[in-house]
């Protein structure tokens, strides 16, 4: 009997350890509903304008060919902010409204730069390839 008492103690908490790793509380849906997620650019300077239809989001990351850029500070709360480097600008300019602008490519492979977006706990990522200069 406490064989049989000690197995389905242990068979309920494995369920439970088990239904708790697979739900997931605060994975939010999509709060910032992005006009689009990827765009492709020439190898010329261009720049793309990406509206949304949530308010409440803010830039989290910015990467060009996987080398991640975080010298940059933002407030979240902030309606707009313009972050600058090297090759490329990316700015809220309204509630609404993300401006990304790249320098022209000067190499010969494809450039790619994602910018990451926070909304509480929902993360989206816009990512723009560029074409290799030519």
């Known amino acids: 009997m406490r064989k049989l008492t000690g197995f389905i103690i242990m068979f309920l908490v494995s369920a439970m350890l088990l239904t708790s790793c697979i ?16 765009v492709e650019f020439n190898a010329q300077a261009d720049s793309v304008i990406i509206t949304t239809k949530g308010e409440w989001w803010w830039v989290c990351s910015i990467s060009v060919d996987s080398n991640f850029f975080s010298g940059f500070t933002i407030n979240p709360d902030s309606e707009n ?4 480097q090297d090759c490329f600008v990316v ?3 309204d509630k609404h409204t993300l401006f990304i602008r790249l320098d022209e ?30």
């Not at 490519?105 to 074409?131: C, H, M, S, W």
């Open 23 to 38: 739900i997931k509380d605060g994975a939010w849906k999509d709060n910032i509903k992005l006009s689009a997620r990827s």
């Open 81 to 84: 902010y313009k972050i600058e």
């Open 91 to 93: 700015e809220r300019s």
């Open 105 to 134: 490519n000067p190499v010969n492979t494809v450039r790619i730069v994602r910018v990451g977006l926070e909304a509480g706990d929902y993360f989206d990522t816009v990512t723009i390839t560029q074409k290799a200069k030519q």
